[in-house]
């Protein structure tokens, strides 16, 4: 799995949009960027996943860069169920999913 | 679907005893995931099933740990003899095996060895 670089934690206001960075610069052409999240005492939980193009569905936007190199994982607006730890992940086919330490997002109200 | 569920929630055990760690994947799911999450060491892949089969068993830490995988909905993760530094959370996780598709996480399992 490509390496991923993401800040140790973030912090955001509700109601306010978020966008959480993740870089992986050593991410080959067929890895799929995937996003999961782990709420408190939970397991993690898929939130969306990208090739090349931007994606979004009911939970979230990823923007992807064109270079591939980066992407950012957009909540539209936070809410205090929102705080959790994000993961980012570049995945090959036939792969499992390496999660690193995430960035821990704090919401405030 | 009940998505999918692991078995016991939590397990307290005794120094040397043996455990026993039960997942039942999500229905058609082909491939299974075996992870341990401690606060020391994060989210670890302990071992990969696709087909039933043992694709990527580099994480199970040493010979204590096994897994198996009978058949298509039901999958173990043993440890013989446990330790206390083995105490940590066990999630089991089930996908169609394709970096296309999501992994759907249980809710884990909180093992204390004492």
């Known amino acids: 799995d490509a390496k991923t670089t993401q800040p140790n934690s973030m912090e955001s206001n509700e109601e306010e949009p978020v966008h959480l960075p993740c870089n992986h610069s050593t991410i080959s052409g067929t890895d799929y960027i995937h996003w999961y999240r782990q709420l408190p005492s939970q397991g993690p939980e898929y939130v969306i996943h990208g090739l090349t193009s931007n994606v979004n569905n009911r939970m979230a936007s990823l923007a992807i860069a064109e270079d591939r190199k980066s992407s950012t994982l957009i909540l539209h607006r936070a809410t205090l169920r929102d705080a959790a730890v994000y993961y980012c992940i570049g995945n090959q086919a036939g792969t499992a999913l390496i999660f690193g330490k995430g960035t821990t997002l704090s919401v405030s109200s | 679907d009940a998505g999918v569920i692991q078995s016991p929630r939590h397990e307290v055990t005794e120094m040397g005893q043996e455990v026993t760690l039960r997942c039942k994947p999500i229905?058609?799911?082909?491939?299974l995931f075996w992870y341990r999450q401690t606060m020391m060491r994060g989210l670890e892949l302990l071992i990969y099933f696709n087909n039933n089969v043992p694709i990527d068993d580099s994480g199970m830490p040493e010979d204590r740990f096994s897994a198996k995988m009978p058949n298509a909905s039901f999958s173990t993760l043993k440890i013989q003899p446990s330790e206390p530094r083995d105490s940590a959370v066990y999630f089991c996780?089930?996908?169609?095996?394709?970096?296309?598709?999501?992994?759907?996480f249980g809710q884990g399992t909180r093992l204390t060895v004492v």
């Open positions: 229905s058609g799911h082909n491939s």
């Open positions: 996780a089930s996908s169609l095996g394709s970096p296309r598709t999501e992994a759907f």
